[in-house]
């Protein structure tokens, strides 16, 4: 966990107008000692060894003594203004009896490897160490990012990605920095670059910075297999653990989901969010990253709906999660009470420590809407299969509202029951003291007579 400093605190802002920074953390310098095989910068009494086959480019600070040096058939010094090596005559005083060190592989560092980068707001923050936090999808350089490898360092990174080109505002190498195609193609080209950068997908420079004042999206989205791939996740110590949207792993903190309108800017917001809450000594452990995200909507988990454009902050304090539950609290009452002044037009959270009221209802109404919406769909192909069908309402509309067919309608016979009811009274069979003779019941039927066909006398059993 990174301790946040009073009124220095610096969060992930992936979607601001000012592109952020994007620092690649390992390289290949001789002065490193993570880079030899016994974990010490070799000496005059050491014999030094680079694999034959690999490809590598090191740069070098200073002198050093060696007692021998074995060099790869590919490979390049960088060396520092006073940089080189000599050859001690006897032993080296203070470098034991001397080993044989090798320079270890860098092969198979990736460019995908969201734990290869530190984000920042700008270069000084950088120099300083004023990290960023973010999901792992944001943690690699966004398409509005400006890339950085150290000024005084050489690296080897490869770039095999599933797209044939990675995307990005600019990059800098050995203090250079190139933010057209055009160079930094050259620079790719060169025996320099070419053992700098290797893999299946090149990198271009000359994207523009993010201009949408509500943030943009990462664009890291369709990398979301490759970058977790890379990344081990611990199991975490909470009772609701949570996956942020970009994440890889499931986190115990809070996330608050913001929906906005065209009056909501980044940027502003998180300055609200930074004098108002993070600078309170309660909250000096949090961990916060605020961005854009493109949340996938699908039917069922299966059926895509597209994408809903949000503004996800995550939240966290440790394996709890308890003060970022309170924090997110926190902000939900903020938006709620301003949300109109600040372009906000909903507030949703989660939180890993317990379900909130406000996730228990959501959970709720989306289950009892996935149950309507299924049980719609069924209905739908039975009807569609004719298992069940649909009752119909017949519309019947008076005689002068009908249009003119050219002539009086035919309407058939005349009912004596129905047409003429003044006729009713003058039917004593019906009515009258005949109705013993006209209708009759017996255990299995009722049979009457119909005065339309009295004459033939015939009898409908009903």
């Given at each position: 966990m990174l301790k946040i400093p009073d009124m220095l605190l610096l969060f992930c802002l992936v979607g601001v107008a000012n592109a952020l920074y994007?620092?690649?953390?390992?390289?290949?310098?001789?002065e490193n000692k993570t880079n030899w095989d016994k974990g010490d910068i070799p000496c005059g009494n050491d014999i030094v060894q680079f694999s034959a086959q690999r490809k590598v480019s090191v740069f070098v600070e200073t002198t050093h003594a060696v007692l021998e040096m074995r060099l790869p058939v590919d490979g390049e010094f960088i060396l520092n203004s006073g940089a080189g090596f000599y050859a001690v005559s006897g032993q080296d005083p203070g470098c034991g009896t001397g080993v044989t060190t090798e320079f270890k592989d860098s092969e198979s560092l990736q460019w995908y490897d969201p734990t290869l980068w530190q984000a920042a707001a700008t270069l000084n923050d950088l120099e300083q160490g004023n990290f960023l936090f973010s999901v792992h999808e944001e943690s690699v350089p966004c398409h509005y990012d400006d890339v950085v490898f150290k000024a005084l360092s050489s690296f080897r990174v490869d770039t095999s990605s599933s797209h044939s080109s990675i995307t990005v505002k600019s990059v800098s190498v050995l203090g250079n920095t190139f933010t057209t195609q055009s160079d930094f193609s050259q620079y790719?080209?060169?025996?320099l670059g070419k053992l700098q950068f290797h893999g299946s997908s090149a990198v271009a420079v000359g994207n523009p910075a993010c201009e949408d004042p509500s943030g943009c999206d990462c664009g890291n989205s369709v990398h979301h297999q490759q970058i977790c791939s890379t990344v081990t996740c611990d199991s975490p110590n909470c009772k609701n653990p949570l996956r942020p949207t970009?994440?890889?792993?499931?986190?115990?903190?809070?996330?608050?989901?913001?929906?906005f309108d065209d009056g909501f800017n980044l940027q502003t917001y998180r300055e609200r969010i930074r004098h108002l809450f993070l600078a309170l000594p309660q909250y000096q452990s949090i961990q916060l990253g605020m961005s854009k995200v493109l949340k996938p909507q699908r039917l069922m988990g299966i059926i895509s709906l597209g994408?809903?454009?949000?503004?996800?902050?995550?939240i966290l304090d440790g394996e709890q999660g308890i003060q970022s539950a309170a924090l997110a609290q926190d902000v939900m009452k903020d938006a709620r009470s301003h949300g109109s002044n600040l372009g906000i037009s909903g507030v949703e959270i989660q939180t890993s420590s317990e379900e909130t009221g406000d996730s228990a209802g959501l959970a709720v109404g989306v289950v009892f809407g996935v149950l309507l919406l299924i049980t719609l769909i069924i209905l739908g192909v039975l009807v569609h299969k004719g298992v069940?069908?649909?009752?119909?309402?017949?519309?019947?509309?008076?005689?002068?509202?009908?249009?003119d067919l050219g002539g009086p309608l035919d309407h058939g016979f005349d009912n004596p029951m129905f047409d003429q009811p003044a006729m009713m009274p003058d039917i004593p069979s019906l009515y009258g003291t005949g109705v013993s003779n006209s209708i009759s019941m017996t255990q299995t039927a009722?049979?009457?007579?119909?005065?339309?066909?009295?004459?033939?006398?015939?009898?409908?059993?009903?």
């Open positions: 994007k620092q690649w953390i390992p390289d290949t310098n001789y790719l080209s060169s025996s970009g994440h890889c792993c499931d986190v115990c903190g809070a996330i608050v989901t913001l929906r994408t809903l454009s949000e503004i996800q902050i995550v069940v069908q649909m009752p119909t309402l017949n519309r019947f509309k008076n005689s002068s509202n009908m249009p009722v049979h009457f007579v119909n005065p339309v066909y009295d004459e033939s006398e015939t009898d409908f059993t009903a």
